[in-house]
């Protein structure tokens, strides 16, 4: 009796161990990520804090996993759970689709949310409150004074371009449909790391970049910056986007992270980018610092 009893105690015992590994010790596990810079880093750890404080989940952060080609998988195959995705490359890189001539940025979101869901069974909640779009940025020492994208165009021979790898990648809204929509023929086009390529315009390794405007550095490089005249890029509100299963086994998510709707300005997000990029804070102290100021969350 005792050679069958002890066997069997070790293995439900043995159950136990298993069971508590699979779940996080007893709670249940979401996955916050995000892309590779400054922005990105902050706002996965801004998430990933908050659902700390308000919510019984074990929060597992996988920060700066990649660009949308990666994210994009890894939400569909359940690898992550949630991260903050912008309503134009939604739309136009991701489901391959344009906006409607005229379309608000409401109904833009509409259009992203019904095919997130219909393709990918993920769903966008609330927009945090700011957009963060592209504008061309250069140096004060440059020998021109472009005000529009189109300002730019005659001289863009004799100008270099520098971009994120991604953004000769992309289709619908990456280089080649947006030069060919502008008519750019630039002499020379460099590749760089997206938190690299401010450092480079700055120290004139290249003469235009297409920087994002809530970038600190737009403002700490005093660097001079145009508008999409043309209406090219769609608007690119910041959202968090988020597996539809989660919401269903877990709705108390939704109602957390929608406590950031339209909490967070662009010269919010431009400053906590700042404080990163040339302050040199950690993006986790950072997230924590905006939330605790806004109430969401408590010391």
Not at 153 to 165: E, I, M, N, R, Y
Not at 189 to 218: C, H, L, Q
Not at 273 to 281: C, G, L, S
């Amino acid at each position: 009796m005792k050679r069958i009893l002890k066997p069997f105690i070790l293995l439900i015992a043995l159950s136990f161990v298993i069971s508590g590994c699979g779940n996080g010790g007893g709670k249940d596990t979401i996955t916050v990520s995000g892309k590779m810079w400054t922005e990105q880093f902050i706002l996965t750890q801004m998430m990933a804090e908050l659902l700390k404080e308000k919510t019984d989940l074990d929060v597992k952060v996988e920060e700066g996993l990649g660009e949308v080609s990666i994210l994009t998988p890894a939400l569909e195959k359940g690898d992550i759970d949630v991260y903050i995705e912008y309503t134009g490359t939604g739309l136009e890189a991701v489901l391959k689709e344009q906006a409607k001539e005229g379309a608000s940025a409401e109904e833009i979101l509409s259009q992203v949310r019904k095919g997130y869901e219909e393709k990918f069974n993920v769903t966008w909640l609330k927009p945090l409150g700011f957009e963060n779009t592209y504008t061309l940025a250069y140096t004060q020492d440059q020998d021109f004074d472009a005000k529009t994208f189109s300002d730019l165009v005659p001289l863009s021979k004799d100008l270099s371009f520098g971009a994120p790898h991604q953004f000769y990648e992309r289709e619908g809204d990456g280089y080649d449909a947006f030069a060919e929509a502008y008519g750019y023929e630039f002499k020379a086009k460099e590749s760089f790391d997206p938190n690299i390529m401010y450092e480079a315009v700055k120290n004139g390794d290249v003469d235009i970049i297409p920087a994002f405007t809530t970038d600190g550095r737009i403002q700490r490089y005093n660097l001079k910056t145009t508008t999409d005249d043309k209406g090219f890029f769609p608007p690119y509100d910041a959202a968090p986007i988020i597996r539809q299963e989660v919401l269903e086994e877990h709705p108390e998510v939704e109602e957390v992270l929608n406590e950031l709707a339209g909490q967070i300005s662009e010269e919010e997000m431009s400053e906590m980018n700042a404080k990163v990029d040339m302050d040199k804070q950690d993006p986790k102290d950072v997230a924590r610092e905006f939330l605790l100021s806004k109430g969401l969350i408590e010391e």
